[in-house]
């Protein structure tokens, strides 16, 4: 699947600054994901691998259309999105696909998954939120999460927002996307410990 032409990526900034007017601390941005960036975080997921893929905010769907030019069937992506005008779009915009509506960081609640997820990837302002309510988030991830799965996070920081010293993960900065509004960098989270899972809450 192609990702958005130029047209429907201008209504779909539009439709993003409207959300972000209304609720700045949800929307997290002002405007959609790059493409750039978008397929930054997608070849952060093994589309061979087995198992759902879960999108946690993925808004207007620029990282879904990503991860689905990736090789990523329809029917493993899971999208978890809070706005409720995004959901409709989502709906439509892409058969086949599972969007569940409600707040990612009830993620556990939220998603059940028949088989280990191959990957988490969130499009979430994390740094909106307090530190430990990004920790609790990592870790509910990693108990959905096949061990050794990612969790695919950008940041407009150009630190991670999960400290390595509070997840007990192992964190890489996969990419820094200079061609987003504004730069943005991609960080990917992998579970420790024999199981590939174990993290601090």
């Known amino acids: 699947m192609p990702l958005p032409s130029p047209a429907r990526r201008l209504g779909d900034e539009t439709q993003f600054l409207r959300s972000w007017m209304a609720k700045p601390l949800s929307t997290g941005a002002v405007m959609p994901s790059s493409r750039a960036l978008a397929r930054a975080m997608a070849n952060c997921v093994d589309p061979a691998s087995e198992g ?15 991860l689905l030019e990736r090789g990523v069937a329809p029917s493993r992506l899971v999208l978890v999105e809070f706005n409720a005008g995004f959901c409709d779009l989502l709906r439509a915009r892409y058969p086949g696909v599972t969007v569940v509506a409600g707040d990612a960081y009830a993620i556990r609640r939220l998603v059940a998954v028949r088989h280990e997820a191959a990957a988490v990837v969130s499009g979430l302002p994390l740094f909106n939120r307090p530190l430990r309510c990004r920790v609790r988030l990592l ?63």
């Open 52 to 66: 759902p893929v879960i999108e946690l905010g993925p808004g207007t769907g620029v990282v879904t259309a990503a």
């Open 139 to 201: 870790a509910d991830a990693f108990t959905l999460l096949a061990p050794g799965a990612p969790f695919v996070q950008f940041t407009y920081a150009m630190v991670p927002p999960v400290p390595r010293s509070w997840s007990g993960a192992r964190v890489r900065a996969a990419t820094l996307v200079w061609r987003n509004v504004p730069p943005a960098r991609v960080f990917v989270y992998r579970g420790t410990g024999p199981s590939g899972r174990r993290v601090r809450r």
